[in-house]
């Protein structure tokens, strides 16, 4: 459950992480509108493992993940601080240009379930 702390953009936060990935975190990357006047809260997120079809390192970071308002309160647990807001900007770029177009949406799933849907997909 989100503490009492406003999010922002720059913001660490720990998460509902996986098991085994207890050292990840998640970075406040943007906050906007979306088309029905909901948030959209955009992250990132290190500290995770994900093998890699294409390879024999891990993936350890997804650079931009899009989630509802409440999908991401639901998920933050402990405020870390503020932190470098990491390069976001191509996989936003990719997103937004779907999103705009019907293609895309957001997940109003846990960033934990997130993460093992990113890693279900690319490893099925």
């Keep these: 459950m989100m503490m009492d702390v406003k999010i922002k953009e720059g913001q660490e936060w720990k998460y509902d992480n996986r098991e085994g990935e207890e050292s990840s975190r998640a970075i406040i990357l943007k906050i906007e509108e979306s088309k029905d006047n909901s948030l959209i809260v955009h992250i990132h997120v290190s500290g995770i493992?994900?093998?890699?079809?294409?390879?024999?390192?891990?993936?350890?970071?997804?650079?931009?993940?899009?989630?509802?308002?409440?999908?991401?309160?639901?998920?933050?647990?402990?405020?870390?601080?503020?932190?470098?807001?990491?390069?976001?900007?191509?996989?936003?770029?990719?997103?937004?240009?779907?999103?705009?177009s019907?293609?895309?949406?957001?997940?109003s799933i846990s960033i934990?379930?997130?993460?093992?849907?990113?890693?279900?997909?690319i490893n099925s």
């Design 49 to 100: 493992k994900i093998n890699n079809p294409n390879g024999d390192e891990s993936i350890e970071e997804i650079t931009h993940m899009p989630f509802s308002i409440e999908a991401l309160g639901a998920s933050l647990h402990e405020f870390i601080g503020e932190s470098d807001i990491p390069d976001y900007l191509d996989g936003y770029n990719s997103w937004k240009r779907e999103y705009e």
């Design 102 to 107: 019907g293609n895309a949406g957001v997940f």
């Design 112 to 121: 934990g379930e997130s993460v093992k849907y990113m890693d279900d997909t």
